[in-house]
């Protein structure tokens, strides 16, 4: 059945809640989502594809909508709640901040070291090295 279709299906449909859209999505789905009810879990803005994010964030809470055309094929979404953003106080935020900063160094000096071993033909300095003496 296209998604088209599906779409009429759901919007047809008097209980249009994430039940009647999980079953719908473990019936028709490609995607392996199907598995979970269709459901991607929390999302935040930015991490779907641009079509898919600008669509899922005009959804008020309880709505579907689609079909929407990503690289990935045709989407229908349905919005299940809305959770409010939150302010942490630093001492629940200091560990998720720390994790955040070294794991963006770590990608810095990988970065560095890939453009390193780049700079030397792909070998590094040791390989490199060995291989300046020999006849």
């Known amino acids: 059945m296209s998604p088209r279709r599906v779409w009429g299906q759901l919007r047809a449909s008097r209980d249009l809640g ?16 199907a598995l979970e009810d269709g459901s991607l879990g929390e999302v935040r803005r930015g991490q779907l594809y641009p079509e898919l994010d ?8 309880g709505e579907a909508g689609g079909p929407v ?3 990935l094929g045709l989407h229908l979404l349905y919005r299940e709640r809305i959770h409010g953003a ?5 001492s629940k935020a200091r560990d998720r901040i720390r994790c955040l900063l070294l794991e963006r160094q770590r ?3 990988q970065r560095a070291w890939l453009a390193e071993l780049r700079g030397n033909g792909g070998q590094s300095r040791e390989v490199a090295a060995e291989g300046a003496g020999a006849p």
Request: with cysteine; proline share 6%; net charge positive.
């Open 18 to 33: 994430a039940r009647r859209f999980g079953a719908l999505a473990r019936r028709h789905s490609e995607c392996p989502t």
């Open 54 to 61: 600008a669509l899922l964030f005009r959804l008020a809470e």
């Open 69 to 71: 055309e990503s690289e």
């Open 86 to 90: 939150r302010i942490l106080p630093f």
């Open 107 to 109: 990608h810095k000096c």
